[in-house]
């Protein structure tokens, strides 16, 4: 089955504890990013990556690094989590114009 | 700069109703691309619908069909008969065509479907 899958699903930390949320795509999708939802906000985008080892800043990248050492993954590091990051986030990889959402990750930094 | 609006909050409708989703962008691209993409309570985003600006074909899927007015930068989604499962947060999406674009969400409207 083609899909976007995103680990964890549900994630509670504190502040300053570096954490990573995980990204796969089976699809063979060279474009990749990450996106935060928050109420009243829509979707921002936080990094795309074009391709392997190829990735850019979105509109909201403060705070957050991402990688792309292979094609079938893009994940999302926190370094030093803030409670302005607890928000809920989407990793999409894209064919033709049309991107596909992971299952989102819920994130609450205490 | 790109926009979209989605000047509807929260709608609530009876089950069986007709409801339409407004959608109004702005963009100096003379050609580009809409989305509508679902969310449902149970949080992923399920996409709907991609248009071409080129295209101002309405689309028919079902319940669903969607409006594009390029003359009102306007890509409105109505649902016919409207049911409980349609309960969800949609989101209206724009991108330019060509080269790296960044595709640009509007901030959902919440449909209510009561039954």
């Known amino acids: 089955e083609a899909q976007v899958t995103q680990n964890p699903r549900y994630l509670i930390t504190v502040t300053g504890k570096k954490l990573t949320v995980t990204c796969s795509q089976n699809m063979n999708h060279e474009y990749m990013s990450w996106y935060r939802q928050d109420p009243g906000l829509g979707l921002r985008q936080i990094y795309y990556s074009m391709n392997v080892e190829v990735t850019d800043k979105g509109d909201v990248p403060e705070g957050y690094k991402v990688s792309r050492k292979e094609k079938r993954n893009f994940p999302l590091i926190l370094e030093s989590p803030s409670p302005n990051q607890t928000s809920l986030y989407f990793c999409?990889?894209?064919?033709?114009?049309?991107?596909?959402f992971g299952p989102g990750t819920r994130l609450l930094v205490l | 700069a790109q926009k979209v609006t989605q000047a509807q909050t929260e709608i609530s409708v009876v089950e069986k109703e007709d409801v339409t989703l407004d959608c109004v962008y702005e963009?100096?691209?003379?050609?580009?691309?809409l989305f509508w993409y679902k969310q449902p309570p149970s949080g992923e985003l399920v996409f709907l619908i991609r248009?071409?600006?080129?295209?101002?074909q309405n689309e028919i899927s079902g319940r669903y069909s969607w409006n594009f007015q390029k003359s009102t930068s306007s890509f409105n989604f109505t649902i016919t008969a409207s049911q409980v499962v349609d309960s969800a947060v949609y989101f209206c999406?724009?991108?330019?065509?060509?080269?790296?674009?960044?595709?640009?969400f509007g901030t959902g409207t919440k449909l209510q479907v009561i039954p």
């Open positions: 248009r071409n600006s080129f295209d101002e």
């Open positions: 963009t100096r691209d003379t050609t580009y691309y």
């Open positions: 999409a990889s894209k064919l033709q114009e049309t991107q596909y």
């Open positions: 999406a724009l991108k330019g065509i060509g080269g790296y674009q960044k595709v640009t």
